[in-house]
């Protein structure tokens, strides 16, 4: 009996081991780090209920910069845009953009965190004269978008939430070149409508079946990366060319596999999503919806089909 029990035990022990260590890290619909993906109900109220953090709140950090800008796909709000690890970034009405004027202060600035200045870089798909820096009145750098001061949201504990959308009337989450964000409900401009998943398949007439993001936008796959353990090799200026897929939801996924659909915490800081323990990207030369301008570049990047293979790479 005791023979039995100790083989049972080594049984369960290995297939705990092998879910905590698919590709590498942490497996499911959270980092290793524990940071949960998905969106959150706006707040109500001024400020927040919470002037700072709050206990157990992950936040992103009073100080901590923005690094390399990113866009969110919200089905509610348009196109969003975030910091590096995913988190909303916001606009206040009280402020201004001409010139660029910070009016947040004191236990405002406390629920509302400014966003430094330094190191932060343009989303993809946007130039970098929208990125600019404000003064504020203790001396620190704010960054700007677009002329407008821009904040994280304390209640916000994690990338994908949007807590602060619509907060006294005042508070809203920012587009990518600084204006309020809002939902494009038309779709592209040739009139192609994007997915309704965050990762959904297309039929392409060249390459069959192809992943898609939110957008309608193909997904890629990079030869040099590797998926065990998970590594990219696209990074700094590859990623202003390559941007990578946000993380999203298994819940949010349409006709794709997920298996090994893991959150990649890169060195960097950027938070990816991972199919088949695989780093995937979008192009930025893709303009709009069917496109597949990225195939087969440098011979190293290529489409990804519904089980992250390689869309019409040569054998």
């Known amino acids: 009996m005791k023979t039995w029990r100790n083989a049972s035990l080594a049984v369960t022990a290995a297939a705990l081991l ?4 698919a590709c590498g890290q942490g497996e499911g619909d959270v980092s290793p780090r524990g940071q949960a993906v998905g969106n959150a109900a706006p707040a109500e109220g001024g400020y927040g209920s919470d002037g700072g953090y709050g206990a157990g709140s992950a936040g992103a ?3 901590k910069p923005a690094g390399q800008l990113a866009v969110w796909d919200s089905d509610e709000l348009g196109k969003v845009l975030t910091d590096s690890e995913g988190f909303t970034l916001y606009r206040f009405d009280k402020d201004s953009a001409e010139p660029p004027k910070s009016n947040c202060d004191g236990d405002c600035a406390k629920a509302w965190p400014p966003v430094p200045a330094e190191g932060a870089t343009a989303a993809a798909g946007t130039g970098a004269e929208v990125i600019g820096r404000v003064s504020r009145a203790d001396g620190s750098q704010q960054l700007a978008v677009g002329g407008w001061p ?6 916000d504990s994690s990338p994908g939430e949007a807590k602060g959308q619509g907060v006294g009337g005042t508070w809203f989450a920012a587009a990518p070149d600084g204006k309020k964000a809002t939902p494009d409900a038309d779709g592209s401009a040739d ?4 997915g309704t998943s965050g990762l959904s398949v297309r039929q392409d007439p060249e390459l069959g079946e192809i992943v898609v993001d939110k957008r309608g936008m193909t997904v890629y796959r990079f030869k040099k990366d590797s998926a065990w353990p998970m590594k990219s090799a696209c990074t700094g200026a590859c ?3 390559w941007p990578v897929v946000a993380p999203v939801s298994r819940n949010d996924v349409e006709g794709v596999t997920t298996k090994g659909f893991v959150t990649f915490d890169r060195p960097d800081g950027i938070r990816q999503q991972s199919i088949d323990c ?14 597949t301008n990225g195939q087969g570049a440098g011979g190293t990047w290529y489409a990804v089909t519904p089980d992250a293979k390689l ?3 040569p054998k």
């Open 18 to 21: 092998a879910l905590t260590t």
């Open 61 to 63: 950090g009073a100080s």
């Open 150 to 155: 821009v904040y994280r949201y304390a209640e």
């Open 191 to 194: 009139g192609t409508r994007a």
């Open 239 to 241: 990623l202003k060319k």
């Open 278 to 291: 695989w780093p995937v990207y979008t192009f930025s030369g893709d303009k709009k919806p069917g496109d």
């Open 311 to 313: 869309a019409g790479s």
